[in-house]
């Protein structure tokens, strides 16, 4: 069985520890895994997002993604992927009012963006961005949608996106 006491004391284990281990490439290095985090402050235009969400990621390498997706003004989307399974359900109520740390305190749209990681083998980042940066509103869109919002016109938070 497994002894932590007894793996730590192993020469293998001391070397690498001090950066003087055998030269063994790392994981990320030797299998091509890596991550990155997709931010954005504008939302996702529908549409576009649907056909993204139908399209999936899986096929530019990534492996599993998680974040807060902007698609609605009133409510965040939780972004989910594994594999070639993928889906948006409807989250919690966005925050208009600064948070209690500070943060936020300069938004004028709150704790509303894009905030998502995505952790995959020989991804294509540039790639996955520019199809993110597509699906988003345009400023005029957004323009156009957030004074809809202002004036009152509420959107559900009920829509549902999936892939399997």
Not at 151 to 163: F, I, L, M, V
Request: hydrophobic fraction near 30%; glycine fraction near 10%; proline fraction near 4%.
């Amino acid at each position: 069985s497994f002894n932590q006491k007894e793996v730590e004391m192993l020469p293998g284990w001391v070397q690498e520890l001090h950066g003087k281990g055998s030269g063994h490439a790392p994981e990320t290095e030797e299998y091509g895994i890596s991550s990155f985090v997709y931010s954005a402050e504008r939302p996702f235009q529908p549409q576009r997002l649907a056909r993204l969400v139908e399209r999936g990621v899986a096929a530019w390498g990534v492996l599993r993604s998680k974040g807060h997706a902007w698609c609605n003004h009133a409510c965040l989307s939780e972004w989910s992927q594994a594999g070639s399974s993928m889906g948006l359900q409807p989250g919690r109520r966005w925050q208009d009012s600064p948070a209690e740390d500070g943060k936020r305190r300069a938004r004028r749209y709150g704790d509303r963006r894009q905030e998502i990681v995505f952790i995959g083998q020989s991804m294509n980042e540039v790639e996955i961005r520019k199809a993110l940066d597509d699906a988003l509103q345009s400023e005029e869109e957004f323009a156009k949608s957030w004074e809809r919002w202002e004036a009152g016109n509420q959107e559900p938070c009920t829509k549902r996106a999936r892939k399997q």
